[in-house]
């Protein structure tokens, strides 16, 4: 029964997550408060090792997630589960390519979905922000303004942010040398 569930629940998360890996963000947002699966924090993990790993963000959630949940076995069906749609739907616009190319109704829809997916990717990056940078249980406790923002992170965050802003270095070498600071700086 599980595998179902890890196939059902990643399916409709690779169903509906139009525009790559970083707009299922909200969707596994979602299934880590619904189920239990995983954690806020972990997907935060997720996307560091993802940005460092090949494949999406999604694929390798749904490969883990299903992992830590059923054993390999469920690593595959809820891979599975995520990949279905996207095959099935472009199985289904290689057959009929030609009428889809210039239909008004798909280039609307698609012209719509835009904006769609740039608020997907949105919510998804602020509730990454939160989650790496806003600590509002110490600011509960503490009341204290410093304790809401960890500003050595905030810092990280605009210097990283700049960097590839103005440096234009590849985001890789961001990567490795944040590793770096927070290993020589203990984050």
Not at 32 to 55: C, H, L, R, V
Not at 63 to 68: A, E, I, K, M
Not at 139 to 150: F, N, P
Request: with cysteine.
């Amino acid at each position: 029964m599980i595998l179902l569930r890890l196939f059902w629940e990643f399916f409709k998360i690779g169903l509906f997550a139009i525009g790559g890996g970083m707009t299922a963000l909200p969707f596994l947002q979602d299934l880590a408060e619904k189920t239990g699966w995983y954690s806020q924090a972990f997907i935060t993990d997720m996307i560091a090792i993802s940005e460092s790993t090949p494949g999406p963000i999604g694929i390798n959630m749904a490969t883990y997630v299903g992992c830590n949940v059923a054993g390999l076995l469920g690593g595959v069906v809820a891979t599975l589960g995520m990949v279905a749609p996207s095959l099935v739907i472009v199985l289904a616009v290689c057959r009929s390519l030609e009428r889809f190319r210039s239909s008004t109704v798909v280039e609307d829809m698609f012209y719509c979905l835009r904006p769609a997916v740039t608020g997907l990717i949105a919510a998804a990056g602020i509730g990454v922000a939160q989650v790496a940078m806003i600590h509002v249980d110490a600011y509960r406790l503490t009341g204290a303004l410093a304790d809401l923002i960890d500003l050595k992170k905030l810092l990280l965050f605009a210097a990283v942010f700049v960097g590839i802003k103005k440096l234009k270095w590849h985001p890789v070498a961001f990567i490795a040398l944040s590793a770096v600071v927070g290993i020589v700086f203990a984050f």
